[in-house]
T-cell receptor
């Protein structure tokens, strides 16, 4: 079983739709959860960071963590064509000086006009 | 807004040659990382660096790889004898600290390494 599972997509939605992106994980040591957006051949851009179960909202983005189910989600409201990108979930376990990130494979999202 | 920078953006080299990839992390950050992403694959951890020493490394990070922080601003990744399979995007990342939002990792734009 992979440590982090993420549906690669592609996911295609109309402009204005609510998008739901998900990851599951198997390592119960993971405590920090991040969502990155990556445009083609660019570096990952941090969108959301959370370290507790529950919801965290930032503008059109909501990150949700359910540690009991080992499941995280990213919701995008009022999706725009500029949201078209690959979305990566990443997580880490507390480790002195470490905290390496383990990534999912990324979900490719296309928002169409 | 502070950001991680990387040079060069694209490096082409012959198999067996040494390459050095350079990064300037965000200035008040204390923890530094290298990751790589082979085309079409997921981002993979290579190494983490704190207090002038490696704190963790992956099985990918073998004796051909080394990291250095030669001065107060640069962080470098050296590959001594490149192989075809080293062709990938290499990302540098940095983190401020260990508590709350200081635990966020910020990535640079990457260096695309092509080994011929």
């Amino acid at each position: 079983q992979k440590e982090v599972e993420q549906d690669p997509g592609p996911l295609s939605v109309p402009e204005g739709a609510i998008v739901s992106l998900n990851c599951t994980y198997s390592n119960s040591a993971f405590q920090y959860f991040m969502w990155y957006r990556q445009y083609s051949r660019k570096g990952p851009e941090l969108l959301m960071y959370t370290y507790s179960s529950g919801n965290k909202e930032d503008g059109r983005f909501t990150a949700q963590v359910d540690k009991s189910s080992k499941y995280i989600s990213l919701f995008i409201r009022d999706s725009q064509p500029s949201d078209s990108a690959t979305y990566l979930c990443a997580m880490s376990a507390p480790l002195r000086g470490g905290n390496k990130l383990t990534f999912g494979t990324g979900t490719q999202l296309k928002v169409e006009l | 807004e502070p950001e991680v920078t990387q040079t060069p953006s694209h490096q082409v080299t012959q198999m067996g040659q040494e390459v050095i990839l350079r990064c300037v992390p965000i200035s008040n950050h204390l923890y530094f990382y290298w990751y790589r992403q082979i085309l079409g694959q997921k981002v993979e951890f290579l190494v983490s660096f704190y207090n002038n020493e490696i704190s963790e490394k992956s099985e990918i990070f073998d004796d051909q790889f080394s990291v250095e922080r030669p001065d107060g601003s640069n962080f470098t990744l050296k590959i001594r004898s490149t192989k075809l399979e080293d062709s990938a995007m290499y990302f540098c990342a940095s983190r401020a600290g260990t508590s709350g939002s200081r635990n966020e990792q910020f990535f640079g734009p990457g260096t695309r390494l092509t080994v011929l």
